[in-house]
């Protein structure tokens, strides 16, 4: 992702993790596990500069999983609504005994 800082004043950020809400929240069996990565640090953009945000997903176990952040700034920027960043990713279940099942038929 890529913001840019198209104004004429400096923007100073900093991320914040939002609790998402769940459908089912009785169901949950799982803990607040981080699984998406990227750099949380404070930071500013200048006017005319722009900042690229890398984010790297990871799970142990399989499962669709979502995490929502919103990202502060200084001034408020848009009337002063929230920024929010969605992200959702995918993990599989790897079936590391196939090649030796397989060997035992």
Not at 47 to 67: A, L, M, N, Q, Y
């Amino acid at each position: 992702m890529e913001v840019q800082n198209e104004g004429s004043t400096a923007v100073y950020y900093s991320w914040q993790r939002l609790a998402v809400p769940h459908s089912f929240p009785d169901a949950r069996t799982h803990t607040h596990t981080q699984h998406f990565y990227f750099n949380t640090s404070t930071g500013v953009i200048l006017p005319g500069d722009s900042k690229r945000v890398e984010f790297i997903f990871k799970s142990e176990v399989p499962g669709i999983r979502t995490e929502v952040w919103r990202l502060n700034t200084h001034p408020v920027l848009l009337g002063g609504a929230s920024i929010q960043v969605t992200l959702r990713g995918v993990a599989l279940y790897q079936d590391k005994t196939a090649d030796q099942r397989h060997a035992l038929e």
